[in-house]
C-alpha cells in the first residue's frame, strides 16, 4: 500500500504519538507511507529523523489540501489517512474525485459541537472512521453516524519486554530530588482543564499534614500549567509538586515512581496509563472514556471531578505499598497491557487498510 497520513496539530501529543507509531508499525510490514504536517511541527521533526517522507502543509484548509492534492495527483496513494478533525476537512477537499479510500481517525470522546455537521462530515467525506475505543464509538453512534461505518481500533504501545533495571529507580529519584522514602506519583498530560492537575494538587494538599512524604511529578505543558490556580497551590505544596514541562517519560523515570495518576474528566483511551502499567506501575484512573477498559481490574477507578475520592484512592495505594501488595498491582498491571501492543494495533489497522481498498476496486491498488 502508498498510505498518506495528515496532521494539522503544531505541539507533540496523544494523537501525534499514536500517528507514528501506525506509521511505524506499517512501514515494518512494507508500506511505503508519507506523513504531511505542518512544517516545524514536533511531529514534522520527528518523522523526518526516523526516515519518513514529510509533506509539509500550512494550517489554511484549502492551502494545505491543494498541497496535498498536487501529491496525490503526481503520485498515486491508495489510501489517506487523517489524523484529527481539521485533516479530514484537508483529506476530503484534497482528494474529492480522486481514487482513494479516505479513513478518518476519530482520537477524542467529547460531544460535538454541532452533531448535525459532525453527522454529515463522518458519514459522507470518509470511507471508514477508526474510533480509537469503544466510548468513541459510542460518542460517535449519538451523534448519528452508522455504527457499521465505524471500527474500533484501539491505540497502543511499544509494550517493553524488559524493565529498567535494579538501579533505575535509585537513579531516577536522585535525578529528581527525591529520598529513598518519599511515596512518589507520577501524571503525565497536557495542562488543560480535562486533564485534572487542578484535583491533583487539590488531593495532594489534602494529604500532606498526614502524609509529608508524598511527591507529585506533574509532567506536561499547555495553557493551566502557568495558570495563577496552579502556580498557588504548587507554592502550597512547599516542594511537594514539581511541573517540569513537556518530556518523553523513559523507562527510568516509571521505575522511580509508586503510583500513577490519569484523573481526566474526558479521555478517549489513556495512553499514558499503559505506558506507566507497561512498566508495571498501579494506575488510579477515573471512569470516563475508554480508561476503565484500560485498567481493567488492575488499579482504582474513581469518579471523575472528585479531589476526594483521589486522595482516598492515594491513601489506600500508600497502605498498600507498605505491605507489598502494591508490587502484585504493578505486576498485573503490566500483563494488563500487554494485550494493548502496537503490533496487535498495527495488524488490525492494515487489515482494515487492505479491506477498504478492496472494497472500493480501485484501479492500480498496490494492496
Wanted: aromatic share 4%; glycine share 8%.
Amino acid at each position: 500500500m502508498r498510505i498518506l497520513h495528515i496532521d494539522t496539530g503544531t505541539v507533540m501529543r496523544g494523537g501525534q504519538e499514536l500517528l507514528m507509531m501506525s506509521a511505524r508499525g506499517l512501514r515494518a510490514r512494507g508500506h511505503m507511507q508519507t506523513i504531511a504536517c505542518p512544517p516545524g511541527s514536533p511531529l514534522a521533526a520527528m518523522a523526518s529523523v526516523e526516515g519518513f517522507v514529510v509533506l509539509p502543509i500550512e494550517r489554511p484548509y484549502l492551502r494545505a489540501a491543494r498541497a496535498v492534492r498536487r501529491l496525490v495527483r503526481s503520485q498515486p496513494h491508495d489510501l489517506v489517512a487523517s489524523h484529527d478533525a481539521r485533516a479530514q476537512t484537508v483529506a476530503y477537499l484534497a482528494t474529492l474525485g480522486l481514487p482513494i479510500v479516505r479513513v478518518a481517525n476519530r482520537l477524542v470522546v467529547f460531544e460535538p459541537r454541532n452533531p448535525f455537521t459532525h453527522r454529515l462530515k463522518y458519514k459522507y467525506t470518509c470511507d471508514v472512521v477508526v474510533a480509537l475505543s469503544q466510548a468513541v464509538k459510542d460518542t460517535l453512534v449519538r451523534s448519528g453516524i452508522p455504527a457499521e461505518h465505524i471500527e474500533v481500533i484501539t491505540g497502543g504501545i511499544d509494550f517493553p519486554e524488559q524493565l529498567a533495571d535494579p538501579g533505575a529507580r535509585e537513579r531516577m529519584r536522585a535525578q529528581w530530588g527525591l529520598s529513598p522514602n518519599d511515596f512518589a506519583i507520577g501524571h503525565v498530560a497536557a495542562f488543560t482543564a480535562e486533564k485534572g492537575q487542578l484535583d491533583a494538587l487539590d488531593s495532594l494538599l489534602a494529604l500532606l499534614p498526614k502524609h509529608p512524604n508524598i511527591r507529585m511529578l506533574l509532567v506536561g505543558d499547555g495553557p493551566l500549567r502557568e495558570d495563577p490556580r496552579t502556580q498557588e497551590r504548587v507554592r502550597a505544596a512547599s516542594g511537594a509538586a514539581q511541573l517540569p514541562g513537556y518530556l518523553k517519560p523513559a523507562a527510568e523515570f516509571y521505575a522511580g515512581l509508586d503510583l500513577f495518576l490519569v484523573n481526566s474528566t474526558a479521555e478517549a483511551l489513556g495512553l499514558s496509563a499503559l505506558h506507566a502499567m507497561a512498566h508495571a506501575v498501579p494506575v488510579i484512573a477515573t471512569t470516563v472514556g475508554g480508561l476503565p477498559e484500560v485498567v481493567g481490574g488492575t488499579g482504582w477507578l474513581i469518579p471523575p471531578g472528585d479531589p476526594r475520592a483521589l486522595a482516598e484512592a492515594i491513601e489506600e495505594a500508600i497502605e498498600e505499598s507498605a505491605s507489598g501488595v502494591m508490587r502484585e498491582r504493578g505486576k498485573r498491571a503490566r500483563e494488563h497491557a500487554r494485550r494493548f501492543s502496537a503490533e496487535v494495533t498495527a495488524q488490525r489497522t492494515e487489515t482494515l487498510y487492505h479491506e477498504n481498498i478492496r472494497a472500493r476496486k480501485l484501479p492500480g491498488s498496490q494492496a
